[in-house]
């Protein structure tokens, strides 16, 4: 059996005392991240991975346009969010023709403070990867990599040998032009758990030359279950192991909820940014309302599904998801790095205090409104107050 698959059991059955206790004695531990918003400029992908959900969901495969865009990013600021991770749940950035008339908006709005997103950087050409060292406000960008060769490549994204020539190509380009970059790179390779160790492939090579100039590519051993969409069905025939959703222990909130909220392509406001690909999470459109009353501690919607869950009641993607973080158990990671949290009404008080009463729900008229036109003026800022 795969290692990593028990070492995630043994984690989650640990896990599972901390958290009953902390439930116990009402210590809630909400992370304090007031400053990130997640913001889906396209549902598109070019790829098919056996071990995605894209190929599986039902949600509009678009690319947000420009004006919807810098209008969600305008009411963002507002509400005091100044870095964006615009990743998408499914899909890759570079689908989105006019990304960088996207990257170049918040490069230069001055309020905005960083920007990061994944990509399979299997779409742009020389060009663009040459464009991504020009932006300053690029701070983190991660390659996701699929197989170890081309075979492998092939297996898992079911595409083809020129998309993987050129996902060598910009490989290639990155590394001659690693001194220029402004921004923090990752590299996370996803493949069989039968892959060699040594590199006995361009790719493989590739990477070790990353290796030696200091970026130590990071390999999964063990995949998500994407809310139930992906099964072991889904990867027969490789050596891939789908964790099931038994393996996390659920009680309380997901502190996704609190955190990882979405913008999605569509104008949808989905309450988690990572496996909820149809978004069933849903709580609320910006076709419809402003960011600022979505959320909010007034919108029912958005606090149904915090109570809901807080009851032990998921819905069907959570309730598969081992994506899962409880509001009473502190990762590891957030020991080190000295995170601060929050009770859920404090949350609430914060969103309260951001949430400004004179914005508007400009995205229906921006939509519409030419890039060469006379934008609405910006919906001013409010300072978030720390909870004490």
């Known amino acids: 059996m795969n290692p990593s698959v028990i070492a995630k059991a043994a984690k989650s059955a640990l896990s599972r005392v901390e958290i009953n206790f902390n439930r116990l004695i009402g210590r809630e531990l909400v992370p304090l991240e007031t400053t990130i918003l997640n913001i889906e400029t396209s549902s598109l992908c070019n790829l098919e991975c056996v071990f995605c959900a894209y190929v599986k969901k ?5 690319s947000m346009k420009d004006a919807f865009f810098n209008d969600c990013v305008r009411q963002a600021v507002g509400l005091g969010f100044t870095q964006f991770e615009l990743t998408p749940c499914t899909g890759d950035v570079f689908m989105d023709r006019h990304i960088f008339n996207k990257f170049e908006f918040l490069d230069q709005h001055p309020e905005v403070e960083a920007f990061r997103f994944f990509t399979n950087f299997t779409i742009p050409n020389r060009s663009k990867v040459e464009r991504l060292l020009t932006l300053k406000k690029l701070k983190n960008l991660t390659v996701s990599i699929y197989g170890h060769d081309l075979t492998s490549f092939i297996a898992i994204t079911k595409s083809t040998e020129t998309v993987y020539n050129r996902l060598i190509g910009n490989l290639k380009t990155l590394l001659e032009n690693l001194d220029r970059k402004n921004f923090n790179l990752d590299i996370g390779i996803r493949t069989t758990n039968d892959a060699p160790r040594k590199p006995v492939s361009e790719l493989m090579e590739l990477l070790e030359r990353f290796r030696e100039r200091g970026i130590r ?103 598969s998801c081992d994506y899962y973080k409880s509001i009473y158990h502190m990762r590891t990671s957030r020991r080190k790095d000295g995170s601060e949290f929050q009770s859920i009404e404090e949350f609430k008080d914060r969103l309260r205090i951001a949430g400004h009463p004179a914005s508007d729900n400009l995205i229906k008229e921006i939509t519409d409104t030419p890039l060469n036109k006379p934008q609405p003026a910006s919906i001013a800022k409010t300072t978030v107050t720390p909870a004490k």
């Open 217 to 319: 590519p990071r390999r999964a051993h063990v995949y998500n279950n994407w809310g139930g969409y992906v099964t072991q069905a889904d990867v027969a025939g490789l050596a891939i192991d789908v964790t099931g959703a038994e393996t996390v222990y659920k009680r309380g909130a997901c502190a996704h909820l609190f955190t990882t909220y979405q913008i999605m392509a569509t104008g949808i406001v989905n309450g988690c940014a990572c496996r909820d690909v149809d978004a069933s999470l849903r709580i609320g459109d910006l076709n419809d309302a402003p960011l600022h009353e979505v959320l909010s501690p007034d919108n029912p919607a958005y606090m149904a599904l915090i109570e809901e869950q807080q009851r032990g009641d998921f819905r069907p993607a959570c309730k």
């Open 58 to 62: 039902q949600s509009p495969k678009v």
